[in-house]
């Protein structure tokens, strides 16, 4: 069984809580006392398996292939604004903020959007979904145990991320975004103004 993200976040934290109850066996008392030992150092902290799963870089780098085939390079989109959308198709807020997205990357030459499906959802099942939720921007299936390495790993979805047009990251939104809220991030990093 696989679980979808909150519910692994819900497992770890159980087990975190678990482990941490656990009572030391208390000494033994009936036999001899063993002399005191000199302290021993700490063990280092091990180092994280990848740093980005917990900070985001200053300018990501992303390459990866889209649904329909596509080469995606966020390095050959400078010039423009982009959009970077983490989502899922169990996501409620997700699909509700999907139409907005996709008339902003319509309407605004400016701006791009990508959507990077954070789902275990197989790429079939994706398209079948994305048939019945058709947007105009491109789609990338992300593997959940191997995210891209310069975003970190969403922690709620939706995630979105504003790239400004020299590859850096301006700005990143956690939770439902609207294309309004992104002009005017835009518009605050120094961009265009809305409309």
Same mark, same amino acid.
């Given at each position: 069984?696989?679980?979808?993200?909150?519910?692994? !976040? %819900? %497992?770890?934290?159980?087990?975190?809580?678990?482990?941490a109850c656990r009572q030391e066996k208390a000494p033994d008392t009936a036999g001899p006392v %063993? =002399?005191?030992?000199a302290p021993t150092a700490p063990a280092a902290p091990a180092a994280p398996a990848r740093e980005a799963a917990s900070a985001d870089a200053q300018f990501p780098t992303l390459t990866? =292939?889209?649904?329909?085939? +596509?080469?995606? #390079?966020? =390095? %050959?989109?400078?010039?423009?604004?982009?959009? !970077?959308?983490? $989502? =899922?198709? $169990?996501?409620?807020?997700?699909?509700?903020?999907?139409? #907005?997205?996709?008339?902003?990357?319509?309407?605004?030459?400016? !701006?791009?959007?990508?959507?990077?499906a954070y789902d275990d959802s197989d790429p079939d099942a994706i398209r079948?979904?994305?048939a019945q939720h058709p947007v105009s921007y491109p789609i990338a299936l992300v593997d959940m145990n191997d995210p891209p390495h #310069?975003?970190?790993?969403?922690?709620?979805?939706?995630?979105?991320?504003?790239? +400004?047009? #020299?590859g850096r990251m301006v700005k990143k939104f956690m939770g439902p975004i609207t294309a309004k809220e992104i002009e005017a991030a835009i518009a605050q990093a120094g961009g265009p103004e809305p409309g």
């Open positions: 069984m696989r679980l979808r993200p909150p519910a692994r !976040v %819900a %497992a770890c934290c159980l087990l975190l809580l678990v482990g %063993a =002399a005191p030992t990866l =292939a889209t649904l329909d085939g +596509a080469a995606y #390079d966020l =390095a %050959a989109h400078r010039g423009k604004w982009v959009v !970077v959308n983490f $989502w =899922a198709t $169990w996501c409620k807020p997700c699909v509700k903020e999907m139409p #907005d997205l996709s008339a902003l990357d319509t309407m605004r030459e400016h !701006v791009e959007v990508l959507g990077l079948g979904f994305l #310069d975003f970190a790993t969403p922690r709620g979805l939706p995630t979105t991320y504003l790239i +400004a047009p #020299d």
